[in-house]
């Protein structure tokens, strides 16, 4: 398996693997995600292949200071064996290259199983808020 920064070809198949990782919202449509992510000098999208195929995703991005991952996943017939794990530490890696020092993410509340992901990956509740504003 190897780990490539995806492309614009690769969307149909990093869209239905966020969409299989419930990853999506209708409100969001994750092609201008992806497309802004790939254009950006501070972002990327990482895609692990198992030769051709994609099998996980993490985009990963950054402000100069603190770094971002979002849409972290792993195809169905792949959780559980160290996939996830391997994309976060790519994504750290992409980030310590470039000088950040800090990387943060978010998770959905209720989302308990991959609270307990991160839990052993070491990741630690800040005791913060995340507020949001639509910019539209």
């Known amino acids: 398996m190897r780990i490539a920064d995806l492309t614009p070809a690769d969307f149909g198949s990093a869209s ?12 969001n ?10 254009a950006g000098e501070t972002s990327t999208v990482l895609g692990l292949f198992d030769g051709k195929t994609l099998v996980g995703t993490v985009m990963v991005g950054h402000d100069g200071h603190r770094g971002w991952v979002y849409y972290l996943a792993v195809d169905d ?9 391997r994309l976060m530490v790519a994504a750290e890696d992409w980030l310590r290259e470039r000088g950040v020092v800090k990387l943060q993410l978010m998770v959905r509340s209720a989302n308990a199983a ?11 509740d800040a005791d913060v808020q995340v507020r949001a504003k639509w910019l539209r």
Do not use: I, N
């Open 16 to 27: 239905a693997l966020w969409d299989q990782a419930g990853l999506t919202r209708p409100w």
């Open 29 to 38: 449509p994750p092609e201008l995600d992806l497309l802004r992510a790939l």
């Open 77 to 85: 017939t792949h959780r559980g064996t160290g996939l996830g794990r």
């Open 114 to 124: 991959v609270l307990s992901f991160y839990d052993r990956l070491g990741y630690e």
